[in-house]
């Protein structure tokens, strides 16, 4: 087993560090926090997650473990108290995990879709969206809790808590209703809950702040143009191909590339 | 089916992701009866029990389905917990695994379809990806017998069935595994002198035969 010091590599912004920070804290566990800056990772976030390079990383003594997924059941297995998934029960597990693993690989995946796509596209995103929230939504009618976990939040409640200011956000940006009150009172319920529990306020940053930092990434998303072939063919006939449009061409080439890493390393 | 005793699995033949479910269950000793699915024309069976994903594989465990893979081998491992633990006891040993598990469900199998589905650059670009993705596990692996050490376990419950489309990838790719990562290879080699491997594997050109179907079904040529 091991032991030593507790070091999370994270970013205040980004709900995977949410949550093993929520993680964590549930279990009175100390740690050190280093904030890294994604668009100037730091060597040792490097060093411990060369394959994804990405946050969160937990460090434990000098090991480190990366994916958030991954992180939360390892921080359940080492700290006892609290514990975030069933005990003792192999069938209950196995299904915290596959809605925990939905909720990463289809919901967020269908929300993805949402943001990124406009008119026809995006009603058939949002339409698969809701098909895929209808199940928490009803997961939460026949649970009849207050969260699912229960009266105490539980891994899954954590993998969906974290990051959920992201629909508000669509929805202020878009001016579409992402989350309709009447198709979804439960899941509604459940999200203030959550924004309430007392540990999720001492660890995430409020709403509001969290709301305006996903709109700041959403609205960048929108107004990112990608200069596709074609329009650069176009400036280069517009340009008339002088020594001075051939400037401005690898500098719209290389704005282009810029944003396009920006703007990935911050989107849910 | 609900209150029956008994394991049942719903799967497909080739689906390299059901292998790992009957190589698990074949690692524990535990009976079960298979129900072959035609995803063509999804059962009720199925729907009923993967009303989520309606895919296979689909345990179901006394009338009570699990889904998805890995999840489905985390529960065989932690039911059957008396024979051949599949993930170690120690807990950062159990994350590197779920880790690198996780990393092969990101790549191989998304990499290897676009490898066959794909044409020109994009098709380029998938076989980069695999040979990196094939190249870190190689790294991961080492000098060891399996990933799991000297004991076969989950990474290499993860990863085994992608051995037998090898040869499905490397054609369709225009490469050699075994030039690449020659101890990827060997350790596949190791994997199939196990039974619970080599009575689950499909031969590689009958996977590549099936590859072809597919490629014929979504026009590529």
Same mark, same amino acid.
């Given at each position: 087993?091991?032991?030593?010091?507790?070091? &999370?590599?994270?970013?205040?912004?980004?709900?995977?560090?949410?949550?093993?920070?929520?993680?964590?804290?549930?279990?009175? $566990?100390?740690?050190?926090?280093?904030?890294?800056?994604?668009?100037?990772?730091?060597?040792?976030? &490097?060093?411990?997650?060369?394959?994804?390079?990405?946050?969160?990383?937990?460090?434990?003594?000098?090991?480190?473990?990366?994916?958030?997924?991954?992180?939360?059941?390892? $921080?359940?297995?080492?700290?006892?108290?609290?514990?975030?998934?069933?005990?003792?029960?192999?069938?209950?597990?196995?299904?915290?995990?596959?809605?925990?693993?939905?909720?990463?690989?289809?919901?967020?995946?269908?929300?993805?879709?949402?943001?990124?796509?406009?008119?026809?596209?995006?009603?058939?995103?949002?339409?698969?969206?809701?098909?895929? &929230?209808?199940?928490?939504?009803?997961?939460?009618?026949?649970?009849?809790?207050?969260?699912?976990?229960?009266?105490?939040?539980?891994?899954?409640?954590?993998?969906?808590?974290?990051?959920?200011?992201?629909?508000?956000?669509?929805?202020?940006?878009?001016?579409?209703?992402?989350?309709?009150?009447?198709?979804?009172?439960?899941?509604?319920?459940?999200?203030?809950?959550?924004?309430?529990?007392?540990?999720?306020?001492?660890?995430?940053?409020?709403?509001?702040?969290?709301?305006?930092?996903?709109?700041?990434?959403?609205?960048?998303?929108?107004?990112?143009?990608?200069?596709?072939?074609? $329009?650069?063919?176009?400036?280069?006939?517009?340009?008339?191909?002088?020594?001075?449009?051939?400037? &401005?061409?690898?500098?719209?080439?290389?704005?282009?590339?810029?944003?396009?890493?920006? $703007?990935?390393?911050?989107?849910? | 089916?609900?209150?029956?005793?008994?394991?049942?699995?719903?799967?497909? /033949?080739?689906?390299?992701?059901?292998?790992?479910?009957?190589?698990?269950?074949?690692?524990?000793?535990?009976?079960?009866?298979?129900?072959?699915?035609?995803?063509?024309?999804?059962?009720?069976?199925?729907?009923?029990?993967?009303?989520?994903?309606?895919?296979?594989?689909?345990?179901?465990?006394?009338?009570?389905?699990?889904?998805?893979?890995?999840?489905?081998?985390?529960?065989?491992?932690?039911?059957?917990?008396?024979?051949?633990?599949?993930?170690?006891?120690?807990?950062?040993?159990?994350?590197?695994?779920?880790? /690198?598990?996780?990393?092969?469900?990101?790549?191989?199998?998304?990499?290897?379809?676009?490898? /066959?589905?794909? !044409?020109?650059?994009?098709?380029?670009?998938?076989?980069?990806?695999?040979?990196?993705?094939? !190249?870190?596990?190689?790294?991961?692996?080492?000098?060891?017998?399996?990933?799991?050490?000297?004991?076969?376990?989950?990474?290499?419950?993860?990863?085994?069935?992608?051995?037998?489309?090898?040869?499905?990838?490397?054609?369709?790719?225009?490469?050699?595994?075994?030039?690449?990562?020659?101890?990827?290879?060997? /350790?596949?080699?190791?994997?199939?002198?196990?039974?619970?491997?080599?009575?689950?594997?499909?031969?590689?050109?009958?996977?590549?035969?099936?590859?072809?179907?597919?490629?014929?079904?979504?026009?590529?040529?």
């Amino acid at each position: 087993m091991k032991s030593g010091t507790v070091k &999370l590599h994270g970013s205040w912004g980004s709900f995977y560090s949410h949550r093993v920070q929520l993680a964590l804290h549930l279990k009175g $566990v100390k740690y050190e926090y280093i904030e890294e800056d994604l668009e100037n990772k730091s060597p040792s976030l &490097l060093s411990y997650n060369p394959v994804h390079k990405k946050v969160p990383v937990l460090v434990h003594g000098d090991c480190p473990i990366a994916e958030s997924l991954v992180i939360l059941q390892y $921080v359940d297995e080492v700290w006892k108290a609290n514990p975030i998934m069933p005990v003792d029960d192999p069938y209950e597990r196995a299904m915290v995990s596959f809605w925990c693993h939905f909720v990463d690989d289809k919901l967020r995946k269908s929300f993805r879709s949402a943001i990124r796509s406009s008119g026809e596209g995006q009603a058939e995103a949002i339409e698969e969206f809701h098909q895929n &929230l209808m199940f928490l939504e009803k997961k939460l009618a026949v649970n009849g809790t207050k969260f699912f976990g229960g009266e105490k939040i539980d891994m899954l409640d954590i993998v969906m808590g974290c990051g959920s200011h992201w629909f508000k956000a669509f929805e202020e940006v878009s001016g579409v209703k992402l989350i309709d009150p009447n198709s979804f009172p439960h899941f509604i319920t459940w999200n203030q809950s959550f924004l309430e529990f007392e540990q999720v306020k001492e660890v995430i940053p409020p709403a509001a702040k969290m709301i305006d930092y996903a709109k700041s990434i959403y609205k960048n998303i929108l107004g990112h143009v990608h200069f596709s072939s074609e $329009v650069i063919a176009l400036i280069l006939q517009v340009f008339k191909w002088n020594p001075k449009s051939r400037c &401005l061409l690898s500098a719209f080439q290389e704005l282009d590339s810029k944003s396009s890493s920006k $703007v990935k390393a911050q989107c849910p | 089916m609900a209150g029956e005793k008994g394991v049942v699995l719903l799967d497909f /033949w080739v689906s390299p992701f059901g292998q790992r479910v009957r190589i698990a269950l074949q690692e524990k000793c535990v009976e079960y009866e298979y129900k072959e699915q035609d995803l063509a024309n999804k059962s009720e069976l199925l729907l009923k029990y993967n009303p989520v994903h309606k895919k296979i594989p689909v345990l179901v465990h006394d009338g009570k389905p699990v889904c998805e893979s890995l999840v489905i081998v985390q529960y065989i491992d932690e039911f059957w917990s008396h024979k051949s633990p599949l993930l170690p006891s120690d807990p950062y040993c159990r994350a590197n695994a779920r880790f /690198w598990a996780d990393f092969i469900d990101k790549k191989i199998y998304d990499c290897g379809t676009r490898l /066959w589905k794909l !044409k020109g650059e994009g098709k380029e670009e998938a076989k980069k990806e695999m040979i990196e993705a094939l !190249k870190l596990l190689e790294g991961e692996l080492g000098e060891k017998k399996y990933f799991g050490g000297e004991s076969f376990g989950f990474v290499d419950v993860a990863l085994v069935p992608f051995v037998s489309w090898f040869y499905a990838y490397e054609t369709c790719g225009n490469f050699s595994v075994e030039k690449e990562c020659p101890k990827i290879v060997a /350790w596949g080699k190791r994997c199939m002198e196990r039974e619970s491997v080599s009575k689950t594997l499909e031969d590689p050109k009958k996977v590549y035969e099936f590859v072809l179907v597919l490629k014929k079904r979504f026009g590529v040529e």
